[in-house]
Structures are given as C-alpha cells and as structure tokens.
C-alpha cells in the first residue's frame, strides 16, 4: 500500500517507448540511411501514414503500396524493409514499444490484426484527425522547448490508436467489433504467436480457449478464411521466413528454434509449404536483395 505521503511514481519521458518522425524532421546522414534501409525484425509497433505522395513498403516479403491518405501498421517480430526516401513523399511515422502500450487505458484489437489487412484508408473527416494527432504528437517530441508530461503523450497516442482501430473495423458491422467469436479469434492468434514454437496440437488449442474444436474451426475459418491447422503452419512457415531473412541459419538450427526434433522432415516440410527447398528461398532473397 502507498503511503498518503509518498508522491506518486511518474514516469520519466525519455523513459517512455514512443518516437514520432515526419518528413519535416532531419533526415540521417547517407550511411545511417543504408543501414536503415536494411531489413530487420520490428522490436516495436510500427505505424506509417502518408500524408501524399506514393510508397511501397515489404513486410513479411510481401510488398504493401501506399498512396494519399492510407496507413500502414506492422507488429513486432515482423521482418520489414522501408523504401528509399524521396522528396516528394509527404509522411507521419510512430514506433511504440509493448511497455507504452500497456500504459494505456484500453486494448486495441486492430494491432492483432483480426481482419488480416495492415492497411487502413480513412474518410476524410477521420483523416484529418488523424494527421492532427501526429502533428501535435511530433511537435510534442521534437519542437517544443520544454518537456511535456509523460501522462499528455499517452493521452495522444491513445487518441491516436482509438481512431486507427475504428477506421479498420468500419466496413465490420458494429455489433460484431467486439463480439464473442472475434475476441476468440484474437485469443486464437495470441495463443499461436506465444506457443509457436510448442507447436501445440488444434485440440490442445481449443482446450485452452474452452471451446470444442468445431466450434475454433468455424471462428478461424470465419475470420482467416483457412482452417486453424493451416493458419498455425502459415505462421510457422512465415516464421521460418522471417529468421532466413533477418539472419540466415543452417537447417538444422532453424529446425530446432521452430521445434522441430528432425531437420531432415523440416526441410521436407519447409518446400511442401512453400514451394522451395530452404536453400532456394536463401539464394533468392541473396538474388533480390543484390
């Protein structure tokens, strides 16, 4: 219990997880550029608004374009590439880490990803609410002489995120938003991203969410479009990915960090999901990236 004389805790602002940039703030000198330019796994939330102008950004070896008005918004553990700046390229960027998040009042289901979409296109009322709440947030960081209390950021970000998770969910209609099958389906993908590497069985799963396993398969099927077996070899595979992009393994070591007990059934298992053996999919990312 605190005692009434004890001042409260607060925290301190260069303690709190959250960076804001736009086009506006000083770019990095040329060999910091190309470091940044290289791909790398996200340790934190990585949001993206462009204000005007056309981007394309690669998450997950997949290529997102951008153009006036969209949002793109990446979780940690994704491996993301940014493009090359360009001086037409008018933007907003915020990274955020869990312990900021967690600070919050509220959860924001979007940041999981439910509707399997990590871009958003705003109306223009929400757009420039949007853009607002970026410009007071980057004002906030870097123009202002004097430091603002942690407790006014937090109060922006949150405002911030409230708008991005109604304008992803506003094609959902809104008795569904937060209905009993999503919050199964967004306990369905925390649970696969934390016991990934357990590979755990669909039965096992299931159990965990006090549902039957018809019941899981409907919900995932509903809001994935695969069944949960699927969805969870999907996310090893992109996982696999993931590691050979941002630092290349030899089987063997990438079949033990994804659970597997025998290299030799990964690799079958690697090119029956994927299409490639793993040393194909290295030499094309070696291709690509040359």
Do not use: W
Request: proline letters at 6%.
């Amino acid at each position: 219990m605190q005692d009434k004389n004890e001042t409260p805790m607060r925290l301190k602002r260069d303690r709190l997880g959250i960076k804001v940039v736009s086009d506006n703030n000083p770019y990095p000198s040329a060999d910091l550029q190309q470091k940044l330019l290289q791909p790398r796994r996200l340790t934190s939330y990585f949001i993206v608004l462009i204000d005007s102008g056309a981007v394309t950004y690669n998450l997950d070896l997949q290529d997102i374009a951008l153009t006036d008005g969209q949002l793109l918004f990446a979780m940690p553990n994704q491996v993301f590439t940014p493009p090359q700046k360009t001086d037409t390229l008018k933007y907003f960027k915020t990274l955020f880490d869990e312990n900021t998040l967690a600070l919050l009042p509220q959860q924001f289901p979007f940041l999981v990803n439910p509707l399997n979409t990590q871009t958003i296109t705003f109306d223009t009322p929400s757009r420039k609410r949007v853009r607002k709440i970026f410009e007071i947030l980057n004002q906030i960081l870097h123009v202002d002489a004097h430091p603002t209390d942690t407790e006014i950021i937090l109060s922006y970000l949150n405002a911030l995120l409230t708008e991005l998770n109604s304008a992803y969910f506003k094609n959902t209609e809104p008795a569904n938003i937060l209905n009993a099958n999503l919050s199964k389906f967004i306990e369905f993908k925390l649970m696969v991203e934390t016991h990934l590497t357990e590979q755990p069985s669909v039965n096992a799963i299931a159990e965990k969410l006090a549902l039957t396993t018809n019941s899981l398969y409907r919900i995932v099927k509903e809001y994935s479009g695969v069944s949960p077996k699927d969805f969870f070899t999907n996310r090893l595979m992109i996982e696999a990915q993931r590691k050979l992009q941002y630092a290349p393994l030899s089987v063997k070591e990438l079949a033990y960090e994804l659970g597997f007990n025998d290299p030799d059934y990964f690799s079958r298992f690697f090119k029956k999901c994927t299409g490639k053996s793993v040393s194909a999919f290295l030499e094309t990312q070696q291709d690509s990236s040359g």
